[in-house]
């Protein structure tokens, strides 16, 4: 064993096999307190270390070494969620943030989390930044904790202000979701923020209709927002590291450069990934401004709102985009609508028990953006929702171009209306019409399977989506050509780098999407008769 001396995880960066063990019984509050036990080493200045027990055939190896080095060894491999922190906050404060996150989210007791200060080497970070992100040890850990993250603070938000929490968190700006949960040792206690309903709230929600969301607000109440909200003030630029050459060696990959090279004190993919990274957490954060707090001054919550609006616009990059808005108002909807990113291909409202009526979905629906492949609405529990709601919704969208799915469960809209809807959904997916999937499928005449894990069960042969794509542009038939661009410009930011300079040229050119949208459109007029028509009798 080893002593670390003083009281944060920096004292023990020399140790690269610690004791994930000892923070696991933290968490299970099992082994003679095992909280009160670290809190009385470090009173005596020294915390003893054993090795981690599912390493002992791997001595000399990390955590993350054995991960990337592509060995199984089950306790190094499973992972259920990454931790992403400063590695100076206090290690009661941080082992007390995991004890109430599982807490609240009414985990196992054997959940795993990744701790970057306890899985790596310390002294060769460097080598786990390269010129492909998706290669490093904290990746392939987030790809394995299905990239399940919690961002742990303390009160000055400092995690916002180190470079290596903020690379981690650019790895998920791609993602339509990502199950992100902040926690902070307040002076009261610790306050957790969840992604959506936790397990339990889901459950009371099920049972009496907006118990679980009034659960979720009182819950989070207490949390101190104004300190989450400096997620949305990160300069990259101005982030630090401990270790210049991992400053430097970031900032190079974010701009594209030589890891080597002298980083440059501006760069336009600064800019881009601070905006993609200020909008990621202005869509977290969102339905907490919604809940507000009744102690909160409304000056000061209208200047939030403004703030997280101005965030969650100006990310000109994100094609996919879900957003938690449970229990929200037809105010609170009407502005995130407003607020939405411009060039978005697929959105995702999660609207369980929402305080809206049909003239909010007609706000909605009038709101949608144009570029919309895909759209999926959780009217659950949306009690004061009806036909001529979902008719609104009908006439402003062109389902050719368009698919829509709609969970109106417990909702005034009709059975016959919801049954349209799901028709329409099965029919839209049928034909391939599932926002890009569709594009790709009709480019490459294949069914698409879009989760990878799924690709085993397929007897088909599999092929690279991209580099096929690329060569269907140079295809004599319009139509392929046309879908082959359309997919293209479909894709995530990271997926679209590895396109030629032509290709990516190509995939933006207006011309082909116009054409896209006029040939739907000649197709609309056979489908108006079929739609859900709105109730004029007035009653």
């Not at 307190?33 to 470090?42: G, V």
């Not at 005596?44 to 270390?49: C, F």
């Not at 909008?279 to 919550?301: C, H, T, V, Y």
């Amino acid at each position: 064993s080893r002593r670390a001396q003083g009281h944060d995880l920096r004292a023990a960066r020399s140790s690269p096999r610690l004791c994930l063990a000892l923070l696991r019984d933290v968490v299970r509050q099992r082994a003679c307190k095992a909280l009160e036990d670290i809190r009385s080493a470090f009173e005596y200045g020294y915390l003893e270390l054993a090795p981690l027990e599912c390493l002992d055939n791997h001595a000399g190896h990390t955590s993350e070494e054995v991960l990337n080095g592509g060995d199984v060894v089950p306790e190094a491999t499973t992972t259920d969620w990454f931790i992403s922190h400063w590695w100076g906050d206090i290690v009661v404060s941080f082992a007390a943030c995991m004890q109430a996150h599982i807490a609240t989210r009414r985990l196992p007791a054997d959940t795993r989390y990744w701790v970057c200060a306890f899985a790596n080497r310390q002294h060769i970070l460097q080598d786990d930044i390269g010129d492909n992100p998706k290669k490093s040890g904290f990746y392939k850990a987030m790809e394995v904790a299905e990239f399940h993250v919690l961002v742990i603070l303390n009160g000055e938000a400092t995690t916002f202000s180190r470079i290596w929490c903020a690379f981690e968190e650019t790895m998920c700006l791609d993602r339509p979701s990502t199950p992100l949960d902040v926690a902070t040792a307040t002076k009261g206690g610790v306050e957790v923020l969840t992604q959506g309903l936790t397990g339990e709230e889901e459950r009371m929600e099920e049972e009496q209709p907006r118990t679980g969301v009034l659960a979720k607000a009182a819950r989070e109440s207490a949390f101190p927002i104004d300190v989450a909200l400096l997620a949305l003030q990160t300069r990259l630029e101005l982030a630090e590291a401990s270790v210049e050459e991992d400053r430097v060696h970031i900032l190079n990959c974010i701009a594209g450069r030589r890891l080597d090279a002298t980083a440059l004190s501006e760069h336009p993919r600064y800019t881009e990934t601070n905006q993609r990274l200020h909008a990621l957490f202005a869509a977290f954060l969102w339905q907490r401004l919604i809940s507000g707090s009744e102690s909160e001054d409304q000056k000061a919550s209208a200047s939030r709102w403004k703030l997280a609006s101005k965030a969650l616009r100006g990310d000109l990059w994100r094609k996919d985009l879900e957003v938690h808005v449970d229990g929200t108002d037809g105010e609170g909807l009407v502005h995130l609508m407003d607020s939405l990113p411009p060039h978005l291909k697929s959105l995702s409202l999660k609207l369980k028990a929402a305080s809206i009526d049909d003239k909010d979905m007609l706000a909605l629906a009038e709101r949608l953006p144009k570029s919309l492949t895909y759209v999926s609405l959780d009217l659950t529990n949306c009690t004061d929702v009806t036909d001529q709601g979902m008719a609104f919704l009908a006439e402003r969208v062109d389902f050719e171009a368009t698919m829509v799915r709609a969970t109106m469960k417990n909702t005034r809209v009709s059975k016959e209306t919801q049954a349209w809807y799901e028709a329409l959904a099965a029919k839209q997916q049928t034909d391939g019409r599932d926002g890009v999937s569709r594009d790709v499928a009709r480019a490459l005449g294949v069914a698409v399977c879009r989760r990878p894990q799924e690709i085993g069960r397929c007897d088909r042969r599999v092929v690279e989506a991209i580099p096929t794509l690329e060569k269907l542009l140079d295809a004599e038939e319009d139509a392929i050509v046309r879908n082959a661009r359309r997919a293209l410009s479909g894709l995530g930011y990271n997926e679209s780098e590895s396109l030629t300079d032509s290709a990516k040229q190509t995939a933006k050119d207006p011309k082909a999407e116009h054409e896209a949208r006029q040939s739907s459109k000649n197709q609309k007029a056979e489908r108006e008769a079929k739609r859900p028509q709105k109730d004029t009798s007035g009653s």
